[in-house]
């Protein structure tokens, strides 16, 4: 059996339009993609943002109106909503440096790195902050649609919605998060989706692409 490589399952990609709501990402899927997006690297290993996985058909359809009623998100059987820290604070980067230890011992060095790290995130705007870990969330995701396409699921990344009301639909207010940006996951309807006949549009690798010898 030929073995699909990881540029052919990129092609076969798409942001999917249409999704077939008869049909449910597998539970072992899902699964696969979640832990791929726990794994995706993260400044200084911070991880500072949370991923929700959204089934219930409610509150899916709630999101749904505050996303300018985009389809996937109620055809689709999961919704996987990335939501980065408001802010960093002194107990959040305790907790992560808490983590470092327990996995690997009381290192030297180790105090100093994250006190280094507290003096130079804490006193920022708190809008600062969301913005760079808001940009670690798209690093997941960017691992989650790789990890989507490797087990021939379909997604659909999204930023057109109204943060503030998903944050309400969720509760996320409340934990401290901001969502940031949203991806269904389920299967194409090759009956439905206009894109899906439309061939894989890119710049040419000569003009994305600069070599600095």
């Known amino acids: ?26 539970q072992d899927k899902v699964d696969l993609i ?9 400044s200084s290993g911070t991880q500072p943002f949370e991923l929700i996985v959204v089934t219930n058909p409610e509150v899916r359809q709630n999101i749904q109106q505050a996303a300018n009623g985009q389809s996937p998100i109620t ?10 820290w ?5 107990a959040r980067i305790d907790a992560v440096k808490q983590l470092n230890v327990d996995a690997r011992g009381d290192l ?17 705007p708190a809008e600062v902050n969301y913005a760079h870990a808001a940009r670690q969330a798209y690093i997941a995701l960017g691992v989650a649609l790789v990890a989507a396409a490797e087990q021939e699921v379909d997604s659909t990344p999204m930023e057109g919605f109204d943060p503030a009301k998903v ?4 509760g996320l207010t409340d934990r401290g998060l901001r ?9 194409r309807d090759p009956t439905g989706d206009w894109l899906l006949p439309m061939g894989k549009v890119r710049k040419s690798r000569d003009a994305m692409v600069t070599f600095v010898d």
């Open 167 to 170: 944050d309400e639909i969720l």
């Open 179 to 187: 969502s940031v940006v949203l991806l269904p996951l389920g299967y």
């Open 86 to 90: 408001d802010t960093y604070t002194e």
């Open 1 to 26: 059996m030929t073995q699909t490589t990881l540029l052919e399952q990129l092609n076969w990609r798409y942001a999917t339009k249409k999704m077939d709501p008869a049909r449910a990402v597998p």
């Open 34 to 42: 979640v832990e791929a997006i726990r794994m995706a690297p993260t």
């Open 108 to 124: 030297p060095l180790i105090d100093q790195y994250y006190g280094n790290l507290k003096a130079n995130y804490v006193p920022r």
């Open 75 to 84: 055809d689709g059987s999961h919704l996987l909503v990335f939501a980065a």
